[in-house]
């Protein structure tokens, strides 16, 4: 799990993700089937050429995290923040947070802590540890990456997991049935526009989001159950063909999985643009608990369900009628 610490301890929050992305670039380059590009917004985009160009398939995996930026200083040198993403004020709470670099650090403090509600980010300040707080400067938890038996632990899971496991498969792929393209997108927690960049200049027919989801009440995910294949979230709805496709998939290879009926969030599965072609989309789901937190955690089953599903997919190929 050596890549995976290292994919989570890096800080990329949403719109600066330029160390994530190096990162990924550097795991795959030495893999020559392997085109890779970057867009004007800073998508990585992966082509691996197949037997079959039609359809053209697309497999999206953001890999920004949520953050933080400082908007106000105090006299005392303290922050005020925003958040870069869905991040919920408890959450944030006595955590300790570091800079984009490294060079700044600071401790989550908040004098009013026992009525907080979700979004209060108003009532939270952070108090330098090291470094001096400018107005601009971009934060993230300083979490170090845990692995047990059983759990991988750490931030920035979401969506980190799913780009390890999507740079796993690469790094060692030789030819697809289908041709695919890979999109490692940006800027998915704060409005999905890596994503509606993506398809615009891709235009794929079968798109496949790769992502964590969190398990709860609003969710029919378990962890420990298996891969989820996404049925309909709060917004999107898989396509009907490319649920049926992963479920024979999963019972084919002896692969454990479960169904996702989620009221909880939504993911890139449900962007399109001006010229959407009508792709075929399903969501891919690795359950996960603590989403948008300094410790999400992750099973290590579920992990493993997933890697042989988009493995099972990208080796048996897809076709359309």
């Given at each position: ?115 907080i509600k ?135 290879h002896s ?49 493993r369900a ?16």
């Amino acid at each position: 799990m050596h890549a995976l610490k290292k994919l989570s301890e890096i800080i990329g929050v949403s719109g600066y993700e330029e160390f994530v992305s190096k990162e990924i670039e550097d795991i795959l380059c030495n893999n020559p089937q392997i085109i890779i590009k970057r867009d004007r917004i800073g998508n990585l985009i992966c082509h691996i050429e197949g037997d079959i160009a039609s359809p053209r398939v697309m497999i999206i995996s953001h890999m920004d995290e949520v953050g933080f930026q400082v908007m106000k200083i105090d006299d005392l040198g303290r922050a005020s923040l925003k958040t870069l993403g869905n991040i919920k004020s408890w959450n944030i709470l006595n955590q300790r947070l570091v800079s984009t670099l490294g060079d700044k650090k600071g401790i989550v403090f908040c004098e009013d802590p026992e009525d907080i509600k979700a979004h209060d980010i108003g009532k939270i300040s952070v108090i330098p540890t090291s470094g001096i707080f400018r107005v601009g400067d971009v934060l993230s938890f300083d979490t170090e990456f845990i692995d047990t038996d059983d759990f991988v632990i750490g931030k920035a899971l979401d969506n980190r997991v799913s780009c390890y496991i999507l740079c796993d498969i690469l790094k060692r792929s030789k030819r697809f049935n289908n041709s695919i393209d890979v999109v490692f997108s940006v800027q998915e927690e704060i409005g999905m526009r890596g994503a509606r960049v993506a398809i615009t200049e891709l235009m794929p027919d079968v798109v496949i989001d790769l992502d964590v989801s969190p398990v709860g009440e609003r969710n029919s995910l378990k962890l420990g159950e298996g891969v989820g294949i996404k049925i309909s979230d709060s917004i999107g709805v898989s396509s009907n063909l490319l649920v049926k496709r992963f479920e024979e998939l999963a019972i084919g290879h002896s692969i454990k999985y479960q169904y996702e009926v989620s009221d909880c969030g939504t993911s890139e599965l449900i962007i399109t643009n001006e010229k959407d072609i009508g792709a075929e989309r399903v969501g891919i789901s690795i359950p996960c608990q603590n989403i948008h937190s300094s410790l999400t955690m992750i099973k290590k089953t579920d992990l493993r369900a997933c890697t042989n599903l988009i493995n099972a997919f990208i080796n048996d190929g897809i076709y359309l009628d």
